[in-house]
């Protein structure tokens, strides 16, 4: 069997946007019967997933390079492209 | 898990500002005078906001949810503040900026424990019509009312 997708979740706060994008992305992997290994942390912690996670999911502005994809969250806070994020991080997730 | 404040006291109409460090900190001190939080509630918030914005494109107006960490919070609560002018915030998780009219400042006092308040809040976001209304009403109970419905969090002293 394949390792779990490590799924990281971050804001700056990681009490606020955070919790919406992931409860968003559990919604997600529910209706897909993704498993995933959602993480749910401050943008300052994301040095600490280097080694494990997949992919980035994020409200705040990412100025570093990173290994793993970066998908910007935004959308799910306004609606405004919505189906475009959904269909980002399911492309990433089922790579 | 304490309730949740807001109030005709806690809407701000009219706001007369040029940058969202006045706007941020015209909102703040009234929630410092409440008690609501900390002294150090205002500064954290602006510098918050410096380093992670939180300003929202929407399909209506444009909306900020300036916030910060929970140390600085006493009691939970939501201030909103209309603008008479829109004031320029840089866009979460962009180097842009957008012209906001309408600002939700959140004072959490627990981390990850306001889901269902956080989405119903998107859920107003995302209502063009709704901001709008927002954006114009003039009675502020009128206001409390329409926000607390849409919300549907039981107010303190509340039933």
């Known amino acids: 069997m394949s390792r779990k997708k490590q799924v990281l979740v971050a804001c700056g706060a990681g009490i606020a946007t955070s919790t919406v994008v992931n409860n968003a992305i559990e919604e997600m992997a529910k209706e897909h019967k993704l498993s995933l290994d959602i993480q749910q942390i401050k943008i300052s912690e994301v040095g600490g997933y280097v080694d494990t996670a997949d992919l980035l999911v994020t409200t705040a502005m990412t100025k570093k390079e990173y290994t793993f994809p970066v998908i910007n969250a935004r959308a799910f806070l306004t609606g405004i492209g919505v189906e475009d994020t959904k269909k980002q991080i399911l492309d990433e997730l089922i790579k | 898990m304490s309730n949740l404040n807001f109030d005709e006291s806690l809407i701000l109409k009219d706001i007369e500002a040029r940058t969202k460090e006045e706007v941020i900190g015209m909102m703040a001190n009234n929630l410092i005078e409440k008690k609501l939080v900390k002294e150090s509630y205002r500064n954290a918030v602006i510098q918050r906001e410096q380093d992670f914005a939180t300003g ?12 910060t960490d929970i140390e600085h919070v006493n009691q939970k609560a939501i201030s909103i503040g209309i603008l008479k002018e829109p004031v320029l915030f840089e866009i979460m998780g962009d180097s842009e ?61 509340g039933e």
């Open chain 2, 56 to 67: 929202l494109p929407t399909a209506g107006v444009s909306v900020a949810i300036p916030h």
């Open chain 2, 97 to 157: 900026t957008t012209p906001v009219k309408l600002v939700f400042m959140l004072a959490m006092d627990e981390e990850h424990s306001q889901l269902e308040l956080l989405q119903r809040l998107m859920q107003i976001f995302q209502d063009a019509d709704f901001l709008m209304y927002l954006s114009n009403e003039t009675d502020k109970t009128k206001i409390k009312e329409k926000v607390t419905a849409q919300l549907d969090f039981s107010l303190k002293g």
